[in-house]
DNA sequence: CCGCGAATATCCCATTATGGGATATCCCGT
DNA sequence: ACGGGATATCCCATAATGGGATATTCGCGG
């Protein structure tokens, strides 16, 4: 199920994460600092670098104050 | 931050993976049939064996009729 | 246009995770 | 204790990851 890292869903996936950020107005920095992690990080599970799992998401949508729902691209 | 996988978190967010599986009445191996996979698969999810990726979690989620919510483990 | 500093993306590659068919175990009703 | 369904483990070639360092892009003031 791997491969699905680079599937439309994903991309839509990773278009929100991002989206999430800028609108809490924050950059990738302050959200690695936040989370105490690289800021390479934060750009890779932006740009589809990397696997983004569910506890990370849910401190992602925590930070950025969403729902987890709200990430997922509904059908397919 | 791939080493949280063995954290208290984890273990408790398998935990109701299992849980909301056994509460929908399905075994793994129809899981694993209904989304297109190896059995080995949904019980490596379980067990934490592999990680379980956000939309992966959707997937399971919309089988269990759970929110996605329902699976994480709030605080720490 | 140019220059800067901030913000984001890429490199690199040793280390670690993953896939999944096959096989072993576990679990439980009878 | 047996039968068989359900779940866990094996194995290991292949693919993903981490993260500091570095490159690149983006804005914007002058």
Redesign the pocket.
Known sequence: ???T?HSEAYAEFQRRL?EA??AAG?????VAEALG????????S??G???V?ALELARFAGLYERRLDWFIPKLD
């Open positions: 199920m791997s491969g890292l991002r950020r800028e924050l950059t990738q920095t302050e992690l690289p800021q390479s990080f934060v750009s890779k932006e740009t670098e990397r696997r799992d």
